[in-house]
């Protein structure tokens, strides 16, 4: 009973100091952008119909999934091409991207460089040729007759840059409500105290976590005082727990109610804070589990996840792009955990950067789903490509067929 119960304060500890504080600020930053911009970045993409794809790609590549559900309306308005949203799903890094950031930062730098270039590519060549994107999107029409009649670039039996969407209803757009779907006398104001004492965590949690890189990544002793270790611990769990409290009850009372949603703008700076804390909680909530989901299988099980992925071989790759095929950021949020313990090669790592599509895909998936499903297909083949490539071609020679490259 004592082990689970330090397993579990020290991913509490863990997750929060060593992800979600570095989670915030970058969530703050690119919120700040939009704030500061007043939603001119949303301009300079739908003006620059050439560089579509490749700012799309760019915003995929931001960690987290709100600058890839930046695009998925404006395809939806027909402002984008098809090329762009295939090109902004498979650079998405998502927020798996947190863990491996903090956890493999040399890992990152390569697996989001090559899901970048290959997403790109992509992308351009579906613009460009097509890549039999109208067989693809009949085919998937054949499957699922209920889903919407466009998807994909084929329009009127043609391939064009810039598709045109007639739906029905006013163009759906990725701006929506902001404020509190809930008011309480009590915990209104406990959730506004509960938000800005997370940002006190978050500072002295990103503080120790950079001391913690320029040293190395050393074992830190579970424990309470005011050196190091006592603080690493102490703000770790104190913001594990603000965080739970601000996913579970305060998002309501101080947040948006809903997370993992993008928006053009914010009212305030405080808005824009509100908002990065409440989007950081949701990562910090799949990072814990992920952490006890791998810690306790290795406790109670006794199961050596590496030994276990090395006998898969060519396999894992594609078992990685495979588990990029769900949406959602958990599933690959567990994946990035299990690779920066050691479990699982750069290949699969790489190849699961290219398949995930993170949130990003539900806003199309709600609209458009045969656009969804075909976007998917084609984030699939080069994440499968990519991935045995460099498991047999490139991992030998340049040591990314180990595991636990890059790992701190």
Do not use: K
Not at 83 to 106: K, N, R
Not at 254 to 266: L, N, T
Not at 318 to 339: D, E, H, K, R, T
Not at 342 to 370: E, H, K, M, W, Y
């Amino acid at each position: 009973m004592n082990e689970l119960l330090t397993v579990l304060l020290a991913s509490l500890r863990d997750g929060y100091v060593q992800v979600s504080a570095f989670v915030a600020v970058t969530v703050l930053a690119f919120g700040l952008v939009q704030y500061r911009t007043d939603g001119a970045l949303i301009s300079a993409i739908e003006d620059n119909e050439r560089l579509q794809v490749l700012f799309g790609g760019l915003l995929g590549l931001t960690p987290g999934c709100g600058g890839a559900i930046v695009i998925m309306p404006l395809y939806l308005r027909g402002t984008v091409s098809f090329g762009t949203v295939v090109a902004t799903l498979g650079a998405t890094a998502g927020d798996s991207a947190f863990v491996i950031l903090a956890l493999a930062p040399e890992a990152a730098l390569y697996a989001y460089a090559v899901a970048f270039a290959a997403s790109v590519a992509t992308g351009y060549l579906v613009d460009s040729v097509g890549l039999g994107v109208s067989r693809v999107d009949a085919a998937v029409a054949r499957l699922s007759p209920a889903a919407r009649p466009d998807g994909g670039t084929a329009v009127n039996g043609g391939v064009t840059p810039n598709p045109a969407h007639d739906y029905c209803g006013p163009a759906p757009t990725h701006a929506h409500e902001a404020g509190p779907d809930r008011r309480s006398r009590v915990l209104t104001p406990l959730s506004h105290l509960a938000h800005v004492t997370w940002w006190g965590t978050a500072i002295a949690g990103l503080g120790l976590g950079m001391l913690y890189l320029l040293r190395g990544g050393p074992e830190v002793t579970l424990t309470l005082g005011i050196g190091f270790d006592g603080l690493f611990t102490v703000v770790g769990i104190a913001g594990a727990v603000l965080s739970l409290y601000l996913y579970l009850i305060g998002r309501h009372y101080v947040g948006e109610g809903e997370i993992a949603r993008a928006r053009d703008s914010f009212r305030s700076t405080y808005d824009t804070l509100t908002h990065a804390a409440m989007e950081t909680s949701f990562v910090t909530v799949w990072v814990l589990v992920a952490f006890l989901v791998y810690e306790y299988a290795v406790l109670l099980t006794g199961v050596n996840v590496a030994t276990f992925a090395a006998t898969a071989g060519i396999l894992a790759p594609i078992g990685g792009a495979a588990v990029g095929l769900i949406p959602g950021c958990g599933p690959q949020i567990l994946l990035a955990s299990v690779y920066a313990e050691g479990g699982l090669p750069f290949s699969a790592l790489t190849a699961n950067a290219i398949a995930q599509d993170g949130d990003a895909l539900f806003p199309l998936l709600a609209v458009d789903a045969r656009a969804a499903v075909v976007a998917t297909i084609y984030n699939f083949l080069p994440a499968v490509v990519v991935g045995v490539a460099l498991d047999l071609l490139w991992g030998p020679v340049f040591g990314m067929a180990e595991f636990g490259f890059g790992v701190l």
